[in-house]
């Protein structure tokens, strides 16, 4: 479903709002754990994830940059969980 960058279909009309909503998510779910401690963050790792997939296929970030950013994610979030 590789769309071409400025496409009127709609998967593309909506991916920055998409981009904008994992990013609400991944706050609000990052919250959850650290209130609720549920120490099983998997979720929140494959929502990194998806979020970093989505970003390089919007060509937001390169692989690498998106690899970093989610590791970055997790990792911070294990720390915190660890304090």
């Not at 709609?10 to 998510?25: G, Q």
């Not at 790792?45 to 950013?69: D, N, P, R």
Request: charged share 20%; aromatic share 4%; hydrophobic share 45%.
């Amino acid at each position: 479903m590789l769309q071409p960058r400025g496409s009127t279909h709609m998967i593309m009309i909506n991916s920055a709002h998409t981009v904008k909503l994992l990013e609400r998510c991944l706050v609000m779910k990052e919250d959850r754990l650290m209130r609720c401690g549920n120490n099983e963050p998997w979720g929140y790792s494959i929502m990194c994830a998806a979020l970093g997939l989505l970003e390089v296929h919007l060509t937001i970030k390169t692989a690498e940059q998106a690899k970093a950013a989610s590791a970055e994610r997790f990792v911070n979030l294990h720390y915190k969980l660890l304090s």
